[in-house]
């Protein structure tokens, strides 16, 4: 059980396009999904937090009008990155937290890699 | 706020061998405990987690960990490691009110055969 699917993994775009990541909870409701950026051999570091149904809430430093996030339902969240350009290239990783689950416990995606040329 | 720290980034072993991947955690409240695996390319997986009761819990793959909080600490163990565990780990911890993570900067275990 709690399963969280990603997609695409990957995708490459040209500069100034955007970009549209799914974050899907395929076997729990999701009332919390978190995004993470990964850079290569680092750390994961969350980028914003969003609640079904409500605004996410992001973390310092992270440009609102660049990624927005969209929690619409209980299993789907998306990430759009607006006007990709090639410092957006990363992994991009999210995971969920939901109903019948410890409030901590938190499953992830297998993550989407962006390049952006 | 919390932090976490890694104390090793990378941990070299041979097959069969026991290894220890060590975390230290702060926080000012009640703590929960991960232990989390990517192999390369992939998100999280979740090997084992201590959310309350007994300090020793047991994940998947083998692995182990115990929490131990007057030195707050929560290493993760395994007898018996193989060459399929080689991967990058993270620990992280939670508490408080706002249902986030903080991840510690990894460690990277290499297995040789």
């Known amino acids: 059980g709690a399963v969280v699917s990603q997609h695409p993994s990957w995708v490459i775009c040209k500069s100034g396009t955007s970009v549209k990541i799914e974050c899907r909870s395929l076997?729990?409701?999701?009332?919390?999904m978190f995004w993470y950026r990964q850079f290569p051999k680092q750390s994961l570091m969350l980028m914003a937090t969003s609640n079904e149904g409500s605004k996410a809430t992001y973390e310092q430093g992270v440009e609102k009008d660049k990624f927005l996030i969209n929690h619409a339902s209980l299993t789907l969240s998306t990430l759009t990155v607006t006007s990709a350009h090639p410092e957006d290239s990363s992994f991009y990783i999210c995971?969920?937290?939901?109903?019948?689950?410890?409030?901590?416990?938190?499953?992830f995606g297998p993550g989407t890699r962006l390049t952006v040329t | 706020a919390q932090s976490v720290t890694q104390l090793d980034s990378q941990v070299p072993v041979f097959e069969e061998a026991p290894v220890e991947l060590r975390c230290n955690y702060s926080?000012?409240?009640?703590?929960?405990l991960f232990w989390y695996v990517q192999y390369p390319n992939q998100g999280l997986q979740l090997l084992l987690k201590y959310l309350s009761g007994s300090t020793l819990v047991k994940g998947i793959n083998g692995f182990e960990a115990e929490f131990n909080k007057s030195q707050t600490s929560f290493h993760l163990r395994k007898p018996s490691v193989h060459i399929s565990d080689t991967a990058e780990y993270f620990c992280?911890?939670?508490?408080?009110?706002?249902?986030?993570?903080?991840f510690g900067k990894g460690t990277l275990l290499t297995v040789n055969p």
């Open positions: 926080s000012s409240v009640s703590v929960y």
């Open positions: 992280a911890v939670g508490g408080g009110s706002n249902y986030k993570l903080t």
């Open positions: 076997d729990f409701q999701a009332t919390t």
């Open positions: 995971s969920a937290r939901g109903l019948g689950l410890h409030p901590y416990e938190q499953y």
